[in-house]
């Protein structure tokens, strides 16, 4: 048995159409067979509520009298790119406000607009004889704009992984507060609902086919950036009519430590034609398998800890190296539940019709990395390698004697196998002194949590534990826990002054 996309959407039209959420498929599928299930449901909605950083707005404002070439564009003090033509802009989600810093983003802007709120449009030009207006400062909603059109370069991803920090320290990252030593995998996606899993093989979801996105009727234009199906993480390009949503479906958020980000609600329905889509659409969370990443190692290439079902994921916790440890998500499964129900009430109520997509996403597809001309420079290019240590039970006196000496202002600290356990510095000896002797051995007075570095860690990646720190050292400890150099910012100063040559 088949279906035609006409005959269901003649149901629709009808009101004759059944339409059933993802989540409830498989259990129709066990009660009345697959042949069962085609003959019974005629579509299958999807949904998704999560952060999706890669979302943003084009809009046009109209002609200003004067008229002016906007060059420079900001709504809200949060700049827009303005680089397309006199009065149209793009702005993105994650671009933070010049005053408020992330506490205030492009997707706040987004929210605002939707909400009905006004913002303020200032913009800057040079001048041309056409148009001769430099400046302009005015307050607009929605209704004054001729076009304000949602273009999202990347949604809804088919699969991400999970995150965890094996790190001593807490990561501010855009999958959230990530706590040290495993304390917690953080997690994002709506599992089964998602509309990508429900069609792994990219037949129905394609260029042309409509979504519900932000609670407006929008439409796929293609592959999302950064797609790679080929290796289970296709993503989606989408767009819609931002006059038509509602803030119930598209929320700002700001990530502590991050950025700002845009919550985004969307969904794909899923007309049921043959055998092969109903059981495709009857995919479990228990069929759903990704990998958690460790975030604590900050390379492209993070190493992968284990490998979860989303089932596991959405239990609350899970075993990882003989304990538990509790998972969170970043979407909101509820929001998630809400986008596929009102998707479903708009097909059986005949507000929307079905497409085939007019153009197929290529499958086999993979994403690449940046091709790196050149090799940034490592830790090893500039460490110094002229290590003078101390042993952790060694007298304190013994420690300021070599600190005298004005080889260094940081002594890493050895355990008897050679180890770093510690790590003393001038001001450490001079707080001793201060405390009128109090300790006296190094073990009294070291730093015992050392942030440190790697030799093929990126002298980037190494600056910012720096300043992040407050600190003007590192140690280099390689793979087996050995202490091979330490970076200070006169390593630092050197590779600048040379310039960096491969």
């Known amino acids: 048995m088949q279906k035609t996309i006409d005959l269901i959407n003649t149901r629709i039209r009808d009101g004759n159409a059944r339409a059933v959420r993802a989540d409830q498929m498989p259990d129709i599928v066990d009660e009345l067979g697959v042949e069962g299930a085609l003959r019974e449901v005629d579509v299958v909605t999807t949904g998704t ?46 671009q933070k406000s010049e005053t408020q810093g992330i506490s205030y983003g492009g997707a706040h802007v987004l929210e ?93 979801i394609g260029s042309g086919v409509p979504i519900f996105l932000c609670g407006a009727e929008g439409m796929i234009i293609g592959e999302g950036t950064q797609a790679s199906p080929g290796n289970g993480f296709g993503t989606l390009m989408t767009t819609g009519d931002m006059t038509r949503m509602s803030t119930d479906f598209l929320r700002a958020a700001t990530f502590k430590g991050y950025n700002s980000t845009l919550y985004v609600g969307l969904g794909v329905p899923i007309p049921v034609l043959d055998e092969e ?64 129900d009102e998707l479903r009430a708009w097909i059986e109520g005949g507000k929307m019709q079905l497409a085939l997509p007019t153009r197929r996403i290529d499958t086999q597809k993979t994403s690449r990395p940046m091709r790196d001309r050149a090799r940034a420079p490592q830790v090893r290019d500039i460490m110094n390698t002229s290590l003078v240590t101390i042993s952790e039970d060694e007298k304190i006196q013994t420690a300021a004697k070599r600190l005298l000496r004005g080889e260094t202002n940081h002594l890493p600290v050895l355990d008897k196998t050679n180890r770093l356990v ?71 100063g050197k590779l600048f002054e040379r310039g960096w040559k491969k």
């Open 277 to 340: 889509i109903v059981r495709r659409t009857a995919v479990r969370d228990e069929d759903l398998k990704t990998t958690i990443a460790d975030y604590g190692v900050p390379n492209r290439n993070r190493p992968d800890l284990c490998e979860v079902t989303y089932a596991e994921l959405k239990s609350g916790s899970i075993e990882f190296n003989g304990e538990e440890v509790k998972t969170s998500s970043l979407s909101s499964y509820k929001k998630a539940l809400e986008v596929a």
């Open 422 to 492: 510690g790590i003393v510095t001038t001001f450490d000896i001079s707080k001793a002194v201060a405390s009128n002797g109090k300790g006296e051995t190094v073990s009294d007075i070291m730093t015992k949590h050392v942030v440190y570095t790697s030799p093929t860690e990126a002298v980037d990646v190494a600056t910012y534990k720096l300043e992040k720190n407050n600190i003007s050292a590192l140690p280099v400890v390689d793979e087996n826990g050995k202490l091979v150099g330490i970076l200070s910012a006169i390593d630092l």
């Open 112 to 204: 605002d607009l939707v909400a009905g709120n006004a913002v303020q449009l200032r913009a800057q030009s040079n001048g041309t004889d056409c148009y001769p207006r430099k400046r302009l400062e005015i307050d607009l909603t929605l209704e004054d704009m001729n076009q304000a059109t949602m273009v999202n370069p990347r949604n809804s991803y088919q699969s991400y992984v999970a995150a965890a920090n094996t790190t001593d320290r807490i990561l501010y990252t855009y999958m959230g507060t990530l706590l040290p030593n495993t304390g917690n995998i953080s997690y994002s996606g709506a599992g089964c609902l998602s509309p990508i899993p429900n069609d792994p093989g990219l037949r129905i």
């Open 49 to 94: 509520f999560g952060a999706m950083c890669s979302s943003g707005a084009f809009f046009n404002f109209g002609h200003a009298d004067p008229p002016i070439r906007m060059e420079k564009v900001w709504m809200n003090e949060v700049e827009a790119y303005a680089g397309i033509a006199a009065v149209d802009a793009y702005l993105g989600a994650t």
